[in-house]
Structures are given as structure tokens and as C-alpha cells.
């Protein structure tokens, strides 16, 4: 199983930015990144598939977060913009192998995460 390491945690205040790096230990087409506070699912941020470039997006990030990679490095990244307090969540990378898409529900696999906590 692909194994993900997850690096650029760390505080800021808001209306700040992070960028969060993780690399995988082999190539898979999807990558991603999910958030999840204490006493609630973890939901999906943002989604990439290195196949073709397609991206998405919560609505809660759109237009703040950006989802990149290095292909030849298996990295992504999560460029946070804007931060607001609510933001604030544990953020864990994702993949999957995935031939039918990178949807938020089709990841199985996660890093084991990077704190974000954003201030006010």
C-alpha cells in the first residue's frame, strides 16, 4: 500500500497563507487532501488527477486552496490562501489508484496528518 508523508503544518493567523507538502511512496493517478476537526467527518478539500491535471474543490476552499503536484517527484501540494479560523482542522493527505475518477469518495488511502490550527 502507497504510503504518504505529509510536511508545512504549522500556525498561522488568519487571512494568512500555508502550503502543504506530501509525498508519496509510489505513483497513483489521485491525490488529494482531506481536513477533520474533533466530533466531525473528515471531508475532502481538494482532489488531483496527475492523468490529466482535473482538479476539485469543497466549496468551503474554492477560490482560497489550490491543489498541485510534481509527478515525477509523486508530490502534492495544497496551497492555503486566506485563511479564516475555520480552516482550522487536522489536514491528512490522500490517494487512491483510481481508473474512474478522483472523487472525495473513491480515496482510500490517507497520510497520518499535519495540524492547521488558524487564529483570529
Known amino acids: 500500500q502507497v504510503q504518504l508523508v505529509e510536511s508545512g503544518g504549522g500556525s498561522v493567523q488568519a487571512g494568512g497563507s500555508l502550503r502543504l507538502s506530501c509525498t508519496a511512496s509510489?505513483?497513483?493517478?489521485?491525490m488529494g487532501w482531506f481536513r477533520q476537526v474533533p466530533g466531525k467527518e473528515r471531508e475532502g478539500v481538494a482532489s488531483?488527477?496527475?492523468?490529466?491535471?482535473?482538479?476539485m474543490y469543497s466549496d468551503s476552499v474554492k477560490g482560497r486552496f489550490t491543489v498541485s503536484g510534481d509527478i515525477a517527484a509523486d508530490t502534492v501540494y495544497l496551497q492555503m490562501n486566506s485563511l479564516k479560523p475555520e480552516d482550522t482542522a487536522m489536514y491528512y493527505c490522500?490517494?487512491?489508484?483510481?481508473?474512474?475518477?478522483?472523487?472525495?469518495?473513491?480515496?482510500?488511502?490517507w497520510g497520518r496528518g499535519t495540524q492547521v490550527p488558524v487564529s483570529s
Open positions: 488531483i488527477d496527475f492523468r490529466d491535471g482535473d482538479t
Open positions: 490522500a490517494a487512491t489508484p483510481s481508473w474512474i475518477g478522483c472523487a472525495f469518495d473513491n480515496y482510500n488511502t
Open positions: 509510489e505513483y497513483t493517478n489521485c
